[in-house]
Structure formats: structure tokens, C-alpha cells
């Protein structure tokens, strides 16, 4: 199975920060990397596919890069909305794996 | 607008069985992959499994294979996961997404296994 690690598992930043999360795969996996959010209580909403393409409707402030192990997600500048868990899912090869998560709080 | 509706959730006893339903709508459901992912409480995301177009090929992770069946009904846009021999590990918010790139998501539905 493909492993899936991200770091950090939580941070704390202030709205208007630069933060970025990363995800690396255990082995090559494309770009077949996708990246999602989560606000407690409620379902992920995907915000990157294949790696790098922003998802229609989620703000410009996002963006993925990376192929093949290493991906990273970055927030260029931090909003109040924007505190929330974040993952990336390897759908290359089955099984499917999520990353254990990054969450990010305020400072 | 896609939509998608999970039911079926609820308590049941270890070694119970449950049938989770997942309705679809705003778009052709027999066009694409579909797939379930659960998360435990105050846990990560884990998938669990997913069915191509051709109800014939599926995908199951580990834990579950042999004891969970996805299926699905493109003629009613239902996307199903029969769940046996249910283990209080089992208990999660169990989420229905489309497309094996995980485009868009259900509400969730919670199953709780206890006695």
C-alpha cells in the first residue's frame, strides 16, 4: 500500500499568514493527488486536483504543486475561514489513502 | 447541481448488519466511478471503497474486505455498501463521494457499533 505523510499535524498561524502544508507518498504516485478541507462537523470539500489545478469556486489564495512523491498545499495569506483540517488523498493506486491531516488553528 | 444524500446509519450491536444508501443526483450517476470513505470519531479520513461504472469491478480496503459490499443501481442513481459482521471499530461517519477523484461529497451518515 502507498503510505501517505504530511506535516505539520497542526499549526497555529494569524489571518494574513503564509502556510504550507506537505504531503509525501511512498512511493511515486504522479500526479494522481488531490487536497482537501474540512471545518468540524462537516463533509471535505476538495480545494486541488491532480496536484496542482484549483477546484471551480475556491479562492486564488490556494494552490498545490508537486508530482511523484512530494506535494506541497500552500495559503498565501490566511483567512478566518481558513481555519479548518486539511488532507491529501493518493488516488493512483488502490487502496485510496488520506494523509493523517493537518490542523490548522489560530495563533 | 451534484448532490448527494447518504441514509441508512444508526446503532447496531457488534456482528449486526447495516445497508448505507447513497442517492445522486445532478449529473448522469452511470458515467462515473462512486465511493465511500468513513472517519471515526475524532479521527482522519480512511477509504473504504470504491466501484467503477461497470458494477462489476470494485475495490475494497483490507479491514473490510469480505465483510463490506458496494454496489450500486444506475437505473435509480443509488450507490449502496452492505455492511456485516460489524466491529465497534467500524463505527464512523460514513461519507458517499463521486468519481474515484473524489469530486464531490455527501453530508455523511454516522453508524455507530455498540452494544
Known amino acids: 500500500d502507498i503510505q501517505m505523510t504530511q506535516s505539520p499535524s497542526s499549526l497555529s498561524a494569524s489571518v494574513g499568514d503564509r502556510v504550507t502544508i506537505t504531503c509525501r507518498a511512498s512511493q511515486g504516485i504522479r500526479n494522481d493527488l488531490a487536497w482537501y478541507q474540512q471545518r468540524p462537523g462537516t463533509a471535505p470539500k476538495r480545494l486541488i486536483f491532480a496536484a496542482s489545478s484549483l477546484q471551480s469556486g475556491v479562492p486564488s489564495r490556494f494552490s498545490g504543486s508537486g508530482s511523484g512523491t512530494e506535494f506541497t498545499l500552500t495559503i498565501s495569506s490566511l483567512q478566518p475561514e481558513d481555519f479548518a483540517t486539511y488532507y491529501c488523498l493518493q488516488h493512483n493506486t488502490y487502496p485510496f489513502t488520506f494523509a493523517g491531516g493537518t490542523k490548522v488553528e489560530i495563533k | 447541481e451534484v448532490q448527494l444524500v447518504e441514509s441508512g446509519g444508526g446503532l447496531v450491536q457488534p456482528g449486526g448488519s447495516l445497508r448505507l444508501s447513497c442517492a445522486a443526483s445532478?449529473?448522469?450517476?452511470?458515467?462515473?466511478?462512486m465511493t465511500w470513505v468513513r472517519q471515526a470519531p475524532g479521527r482522519g479520513l480512511e477509504w473504504v471503497a470504491s466501484?467503477?461504472?461497470?458494477?462489476?469491478?470494485?475495490s475494497y480496503m483490507d479491514s473490510v474486505r469480505g465483510r463490506f459490499t458496494i454496489s450500486r443501481d444506475n437505473s435509480k442513481n443509488l450507490l449502496y455498501l452492505q455492511m456485516n459482521s460489524l466491529r465497534a471499530e467500524d463505527t464512523a461517519v460514513f461519507y458517499c463521494?463521486?468519481?474515484?477523484?473524489?469530486?464531490?461529497w455527501g453530508q455523511g451518515i454516522l453508524v455507530t457499533v455498540s452494544s
Open positions: 463521494a463521486r468519481d474515484n477523484k473524489l469530486d464531490y
Open positions: 445532478g449529473f448522469t450517476f452511470s458515467d462515473f466511478p
Open positions: 466501484i467503477k461504472q461497470d458494477v462489476n469491478e470494485k
